[in-house]
């Protein structure tokens, strides 16, 4: 059973930065990606980013393009989310997420089959 835990958010005020945490532990299959999601109330679960593991291949939303870089650490099993220049409209829960891949960027909640228990990040205008 693959898990993964989140870390590192917080409040922080606009034009500010946080980086987000997902470490992943139980994972058995060789190829994967990995993607972030965040939820505001009231709003549906959105894409923010995603990235294959084998390759590092990178994959953003347009909201957060240039202001949110994907990164990892394969010693840790671990992907960060740096974000920058935040904004109030970035508030929301953002979750990691991850499934078995191939040469694809999964976008949508749905082509995940794990998930984070999901971080706060409230921005302050």
């Known amino acids: 059973q693959v898990q993964l835990v989140e870390s590192g958010g917080g409040l922080v005020q606009a034009g500010g930065s946080v980086r987000l945490s997902c470490a992943a532990s139980?994972?058995?299959?060789?190829?994967?990606?990995m993607g972030w999601f965040r939820q505001a109330p009231g709003k549906e679960r959105e894409f923010v980013a995603t990235i294959i593991w084998s390759g590092g291949s990178t994959y953003y939303a347009n909201s957060v393009k240039g202001r949110f870089t994907l990164s990892r650490d394969n010693a840790k099993n671990t992907v960060y989310l740096q974000m920058n220049s935040l904004k109030p409209e970035d508030t929301a829960v953002y979750y990691c997420?991850?499934?078995?891949?191939?040469?694809?960027?999964?976008?949508?909640?749905?082509?995940?089959?794990?998930w984070g228990q999901g971080t706060q990040v409230t921005v302050s205008s």
């Open positions: 139980g994972r058995t299959f060789s190829s994967y990606a």
């Open positions: 997420a991850t499934r078995q891949a191939g040469n694809y960027y999964y976008m949508k909640p749905s082509q995940y089959d794990y």
